[in-house]
């Protein structure tokens, strides 16, 4: 696949990260198109614009939207209700692009101004607080938002990467202590104990490293 092409049709796309195209996000679906294995109306954010768009690049003829994948309308920003918020964090975690600001047990709030409409947060909230609202003053979207909200997700996948790292490395060295405790214990059991923690240990490593590029 040509790396470049992948990137100039990336850039065309509104990286709301929605999933309504059936892809995983923009880049995946971008992908996709340069393989010649999606069609280039599956972009209900985008719409007429981003098709027109996509068609110029791949010298492809103007389609409808692809009205399966759903429609478009103007860029609407997630609420949350305070007043039922539990703070259990879910939609935190759902949120592409980092729009959603809180912790554990307290209320969340969404940053209208970086929202992409993706609406990714509504089905994992427990207490269905979320609504999506017109906002005119929100309303717009263009490609230098669009290229923001790709950089936030970039830096959210490598902060969580990072997190996934440490916490298995905390796990490792928490796993080798316990080695080294069972290794002076004088426990008639310590040695099938101390089995299944390098057991562990070893499924844990072989797992770190089929995910080394």
């Known amino acids: 696949m040509h790396e470049k092409l992948v990137q100039e049709i990336d850039d065309l796309l509104p990286q709301t990260q929605c999933t309504q195209c059936g892809f995983e996000g923009c880049l995946p679906y971008a992908k996709a198109m340069a393989r010649q294995e999606a069609n280039i109306n599956r972009c209900p954010p985008g719409g007429t614009a981003t098709i027109n768009a996509l068609a110029r690049l791949l010298e492809k003829p103007v389609v409808e939207l692809d009205s399966t994948c759903g429609s478009t309308i103007e860029r609407h920003i997630a609420s949350i209700d305070p007043q039922h918020c539990i703070g259990c964090t879910l939609c935190i975690k759902a949120c592409p692009v980092d729009a959603i600001v809180g912790s554990s047990k307290r209320r ?57 790292e440490e ?28 089995a299944v923690v390098q057991a562990a240990l070893a499924r844990a490593r072989a797992r770190r490293q089929a995910q080394t590029p």
């Open 108 to 164: 969340h709030a969404v940053i209208a101004e970086l929202c992409t409409g993706c609406e990714l947060c509504i089905p994992p909230c427990p207490v269905d607080c979320i609504e999506m609202l017109f906002m005119p003053e929100f309303s717009h979207w263009d490609q230098t938002l669009a290229h923001a909200a790709r950089n936030r997700m970039n830096t959210r996948e490598i902060r969580l990467k990072r997190q996934k």
């Open 167 to 194: 916490q298995a490395e905390r796990l490792e060295a928490k796993a080798i202590h316990k080695l080294d405790e069972l290794d002076d214990s004088p426990s008639p059991d310590a040695a099938a104990k101390k």
